[in-house]
């Protein structure tokens, strides 16, 4: 068994936590900056294939307490390097340091990296690797002198799904709009609108939920190139991806931008995310938004910090047209301290959040209950 960290954005752990657990993992640890869990190579792969709002899946493969760099020389050795890395493995060591008395982050990256190659010299006999394969990027962390050394399976980031391949201005990460959907507890078959859609990462992220699409199908993981990782796992956990794939889930999924260029990505995005038939786009004025369909979900990302100059008159604007839809919820990401004030409504809870390195907030602005049917539901 593995110790195994899913990493995610500050704010985000206990959605990244609640994921693992509907997994199927019991025993699941949230800490800052992620969530952490126990598993076998099928985890890992299961992990990487289906997390929506993780970063990175890491190996944690040691742990222990360093305030001299001899300690942290020979903690780092007494991971089993050798029945790790082959001889030919590109080993790539990353750092950070948050309050440890080794606070030079690039002598620990050294150090760390002779430590490994020292134990690569034993079994192989020889000075110089070529590190013509695969690569095993490693990390050294040290929060108040506790190093943590972990290795990551994931390689490009989770956020990269594998079907934007063109990007339009100040994208929304993956992650982060998942991250949005599961905070609101929007449910498939409920209408959901996106009146500032861009490129059509909410639609489409919603509509992978909807489907039950594993957000990880069309991408590659650095582990399925390491040979102490069970290769078996990987056709087997995307097998039961693919098997739980539900193409024909019933959708009501809009989303809506005045760029018809930024609409054009977002349709050709869907296509390659494989939700095409369930996700409608529509090039049309936030101002314009009207329904007849009663209990529905707005949740958006619009324009702000740099991107827009007027924001102020579009809040307003904002709160005068979500208003009308009087049964509905909205959930909107903004950076602005006086989103509140000017959209005209305190909002029934808020949550910090960072999009793209900025501060925000996710206002949550709760709709009333629908009625239940006959059945209770």
């Not at 594998?162 to 993956?174: C, F, H, I, S």
């Not at 509905?328 to 006086?338: A, L, M, N, Q, R």
Request: aromatic share 10%.
């Amino acid at each position: 068994m593995y110790d195994i960290i899913a990493t995610s954005a500050f704010g985000v752990e206990s959605v990244t936590a609640r994921e693992l657990k509907n997994l199927g993992y019991e025993d699941v640890r949230v800490f800052s900056g992620g969530a952490e869990f126990k598993g076998s190579a099928i985890d890992i792969a299961r992990a990487n294939i289906w997390l929506r709002t993780a970063d990175r899946v890491l190996l944690k493969l040691t742990e222990f307490r360093a305030d001299t760099f001899e300690q942290l020389f020979e903690g780092v050795r007494t991971v089993p390097w050798t029945d790790i890395l082959p001889e030919d493995a590109f080993v790539h060591v990353t750092g950070s340091c948050v309050r440890s008395v080794l606070h030079s982050v690039p002598a620990c990256q050294a150090i760390a990296k002779k430590a490994i190659l020292e134990k690569l010299k034993e079994k192989y006999a020889r000075e110089v690797f070529s590190e013509a394969g695969a690569e095993y990027r490693i990390n050294i962390s040290l929060l108040k002198d506790i190093v943590t050394v972990t290795m990551d399976t994931s390689g490009r980031g989770l956020h990269k799904r594998g079907y934007r391949r063109l990007a339009g201005a100040a994208p929304l990460k993956e992650t982060l709009a998942c991250a949005m959907l599961l905070l609101s507890y929007w449910k498939d078959g409920r209408t959901l609108v996106d009146p500032f859609c861009g490129s059509g990462t909410i639609p489409i992220e919603a509509a992978m939920i909807a489907s039950n699409r594993a957000p990880g199908m069309k991408r590659g993981f650095a582990a399925e190139n390491w040979g102490f990782i069970d290769s078996a796992a990987w056709p087997e956990a995307r097998r039961e991806a693919a098997d739980k794939f539900d193409e024909n889930a019933y959708t009501d999924i809009c989303g809506s931008d005045i760029d018809s260029s930024a609409l054009q990505l977002a349709a050709l995005h869907a296509e390659d995310a494989g939700v095409d038939a369930m996700v409608r786009f529509s090039c049309r004025d936030f101002k314009t938004l009207r329904s007849d369909k009663q209990y529905g979900f707005i949740i958006t990302n619009p324009p702000y910090g740099q991107r827009l100059d007027s924001s102020a008159e579009m809040y307003r604007e904002m709160g005068r047209v979500f208003s009308k839809l009087d049964t509905w919820s909205y959930y909107v990401i903004c950076d602005s301290p006086d989103f509140e004030k000017l959209f005209g409504r305190k909002a029934d809870k808020r949550r910090k959040l960072y999009n793209g390195g900025i501060e925000c907030q996710y206002y949550q602005f709760f709709g009333p209950k629908p009625p239940k049917n006959r059945d209770g539901n």
